[in-house]
């Protein structure tokens, strides 16, 4: 049996199942999700980030930069 087909008669039971119970099913989901880490949202690490936005600038002013890509736009 494909996953596809699996999934596809696991959304058909839950179609069958009261609105209370629909509930209480995606309540347990998100337990076992959350068990596994799965959907934990991570924290940035925002030092992974200096630097990046340097490349634009070309050790220009910022505003020097703006006023020349507004330059460009006329």
Do not use: C
Not at 24 to 31: D, I, N, Q, S, Y
Not at 32 to 57: H, I, S
């Amino acid at each position: 049996m494909t996953r596809a087909s699996t999934l596809g008669k696991i959304e058909k039971e839950i179609e069958r199942l009261s609105p209370k119970d629909q509930l209480k099913l995606v309540e347990k989901l998100a337990h076992q999700l959350r068990k596994t880490g799965f959907a934990v949202k991570k924290e940035r690490d925002w030092k992974n980030l200096y630097g990046l936005g340097k490349g634009p600038w070309k050790g220009e002013d910022a505003q020097d930069y703006i006023n020349r890509l507004r330059k460009g736009r006329v």
